[in-house]
């Protein structure tokens, strides 16, 4: 069954350093999201992206972040200077077109802590 | 707008006996009402999706919910706890689409179920 992978399952980084976080969404699908959960607390939306632009974000997602889909597999979440309060497990999801759109799939997460 | 609420953050039963997990939503639109397991230190898998059609939905491991458009709850049951049930469980509401097409989803904030041997 297809599935959608995140890489590193775990990263460990400096604050104020340069994070990538990667995801292969299912083969088939045009919308990505990534999403956040802070330990203890509930999940949280940061962005949705179809047609290689950004459909909707949140507040969270300020400047320091951005997403690109650099081919035609992978789906990335860059944050460009971490803060400590960026430490939480990133979730990539995807969904297809039609009548399924609704349902989205999430990856295993890429736990980030930030030093 | 659209919200979801799990009444209980933390509910424990013995292996055996049944689940009870509640989820109450607000939509203003006809939504689509999901669960998803997440297993310690693994992802979210999707349990179980409810999409108008028939409103008592089955899913995975033996778990099921129900649609109850009068009482505005999608509650999560199972006959009989297993010890691998023992997981966070998320409700989930989707309704209009927003821009782009796609629908936007909120979670609610999880029920720790913890089964006793």
């Known amino acids: 069954e297809p599935e959608v992978t995140q890489t590193p399952s775990h990263q460990v980084t400096q604050m104020g350093q340069e994070v990538i976080l990667r995801c292969v969404p299912i083969?088939?699908?045009?919308?990505f999201y990534w999403y956040r959960q802070i330990l203890g607390q509930k999940v949280e939306f940061l962005v949705s992206?179809?047609?290689?632009?950004?459909?909707?974000k949140s507040e969270i997602f300020d400047d320091q972040f951005s997403v690109e889909r650099p081919d035609g597999s992978n789906f990335t979440l860059k944050i460009r200077s971490t803060k400590l309060e960026d430490s939480a497990m990133y979730f990539c999801?995807?969904?297809?077109?039609?009548?399924?759109?609704?349902?989205?799939?999430f990856g295993p997460g890429t736990r980030l802590t930030v030093l | 707008a659209q919200s979801v609420t799990q009444l209980d953050s933390h509910v424990s039963v013995s292996e055996g006996t049944p689940v009870l997990l509640r989820c109450n939503y607000s939509?203003?639109?006809?939504?689509?009402l999901f669960w998803y397991v997440q297993h310690p230190n693994k992802g979210l898998q999707l349990l179980l999706k409810?999409?108008?059609?028939?409103?008592l939905v089955k899913g995975i491991n033996g778990f099921e919910a129900e649609f109850k458009k009068s009482e505005t709850s999608f509650h999560l049951t199972k006959p009989s706890a297993h010890m691998s049930d023992a997981a966070e469980y998320f409700c989930?509401?989707?309704?209009?689409?927003?821009?782009?097409?796609?629908?936007?989803?909120?979670f609610g904030t999880g029920t720790k179920l913890q089964v006793i041997p």
């Open positions: 999801a995807s969904s297809a077109t039609g009548i399924d759109t609704d349902t989205q799939y």
């Open positions: 083969s088939n699908h045009l919308y």
């Open positions: 992206f179809y047609n290689n632009e950004i459909s909707e």
């Open positions: 939509s203003s639109y006809s939504p689509s």
């Open positions: 409810y999409t108008s059609a028939a409103t």
């Open positions: 989930v509401v989707s309704d209009a689409k927003v821009s782009g097409g796609y629908q936007k989803v909120t």
